[in-house]
């Protein structure tokens, strides 16, 4: 019994150790009256039921709704697009290498093409033509909206995706961009079936976004992946305040992930494809999957504080030349 309270409470109760150190010095009955007085300090526990706390309600499972037959057709057919570029070659993900140099020079004609130029019109009906330069002077907040077809390990994701991308591109621009708070970006991941709803839902989330304003991206033809519209709502035409992305729910997984690496990068100012841009994503040819070095460096430019909005090609071009030869090593 001894050693059961010195085990007990070594280093717990002095008073208990004490006790074991007397009993060991003293014999016969005097060893039993002093483990029964040593047994008597102990006062009994009392058992206590304390009542449990109710868990509190638990959020109902994210159920994604049955697709449809033209979503499934879609999807169907995006795989087979997916799987013929990869056979081609196409979609890399190495961000180019020896086979893909570039000069200073190639860069800031890259910088030209693609931040000052439209891709399409405003209506997406047809090819933009030259614009000013354009980007944002705020924070960029970037958040996701759902279909509701899409499934929650596609959500999970795809959430993922678009945060870890998010903060490399603040990075790479020093400009903030984030996925917290009252989001000005909305990167909308939805199907056929649920593209419309998407879009509404993105109308009440956004402060210069109207529903008319995104009716051109309600019916897209199946050839196009995803888009990007890009708004200017205060008094500098030429400075973003909100931006919304579309990306086709069917894409399968890599085609998915350069929706997003292409359209977020474009929503923050490079809007316009140009053929002789390599490595690049910034091309129509589908060579690169994913944002490659050629690319970071275009970003840099952009958000150059030498560089400011509403600057035609012509003003900018000295400076973008001087830019280009200091990101690249080149002679000033």
């Known amino acids: ?37 040593a047994c008597n300090l102990i006062a ?22 049955p697709t449809s037959q033209k979503s499934a057709m879609l999807r169907s057919y ?20 020896a086979d893909t140099p570039f000069t200073a020079d190639m860069l800031a004609r890259n910088f030209e093409k693609i931040a000052f130029f439209n891709e399409y019109d405003g209506n997406f009906s047809g090819r933009g033509g030259q614009s000013p330069l354009r980007r944002w002077d705020t924070p960029v907040r970037m958040d996701v909206i759902f279909g509701a077809g899409v499934p929650p390990s596609q959500r999970n994701g795809d959430t993922y995706d678009v945060r870890r991308y998010a903060s490399r591109l603040a990075r790479i621009t020093g400009h903030p961009i984030s996925t917290s708070g009252s989001p000005n970006f909305l990167v909308i991941i939805a199907s056929e079936d649920d593209r419309a ?31 990007v519209a890009a708004y200017a709502a205060g008094p500098d035409a030429n400075t973003y305040t909100a931006a919304v992305a579309i990306i086709r729910a ?31 994503i ?3 040819d589908d060579e690169f999957a994913l944002l490659t070095g050629h690319d970071e460096l275009l970003l840099k430019m952009l958000y150059d504080n030498r560089l400011r909005p509403g600057m ?16 690249t090593g080149g002679p000033l």
């Open 250 to 280: 069917e894409n399968p997984d890599l085609l998915r992930l350069s929706c997003i690496h292409e359209e977020l990068a474009q929503g923050l100012g490079l809007a316009n494809d140009s053929p002789a841009a390599r490595p690049s």
């Open 78 to 97: 995006l795989n087979q697009v997916q799987t013929a570029q990869l056979t081609q070659g196409l979609l890399r993900r190495d961000g180019g290498g």
């Open 197 to 227: 709803e998407a879009l509404v839902e993105a109308a009440t989330r956004v402060r210069g976004i109207t529903a008319n304003s995104l009716r051109a991206l309600r019916n897209m033809r199946r050839d196009t992946y995803c888009a």
């Open 44 to 65: 009994p526990v009392e058992p206590s039921l304390k009542p449990q706390a109710r868990p509190a309600a638990l959020p109902a499972p994210v159920v994604a709704k």
């Open 312 to 327: 035609s090609a012509t003003e900018a071009a000295p400076i973008t030349r001087i830019i280009a030869r200091e990101l």
């Open 282 to 284: 910034f091309n129509d």
């Open 1 to 37: 019994m001894a050693t059961l309270l010195a085990a007990r409470f070594r280093g717990k109760h002095l008073m208990a150790a004490g006790i074991f150190q007397r009993m060991t010095r003293i014999g016969g009955a005097g060893i039993l009256s002093a483990a029964l007085a």
